[in-house]
């Protein structure tokens, strides 16, 4: 049985909507202004964006969860891009396709946020 490493994805509304989409399967190509695909690497981080970022930016924000095969993911090298808790891997666009084959099992939603009235 192969190893998985559990990630982490922010998410905004519209990215949410694509996944769900996809039977909760696989996350949606990047836009052309999205040359990396940037899951973290532990829930505090993901729920930073997801309250702080996603919330102000369209109104809702959402924490996914999901299992990677450790074997793809080494990879990629983990990036700090801030404090120590600041860790992701950045998969380039034309990478996600087969990031998504090595998704194992459902992509998850753990926490939303909202912006209150």
Known sequence: MNETVTLYRPVG?????????SGYKEFPPRLPEQPIFYPVLNEEYATQIARDWNV???GSGYVTRFDVNK?????YDIQVVGGSV???HWIPAE?????NRNIVGAIEVIAEFHATS
Do not use: G, V
């Open 71 to 75: 074997e793809f993911l080494d990879r």
């Open 86 to 88: 600041h860790e992701e």
């Open 56 to 58: 102000k930016a369209s």
């Open 13 to 21: 509304p519209k990215e949410l909507e694509l996944i769900a989409e």
């Open 95 to 99: 990478d996600l396709p087969e990031f």
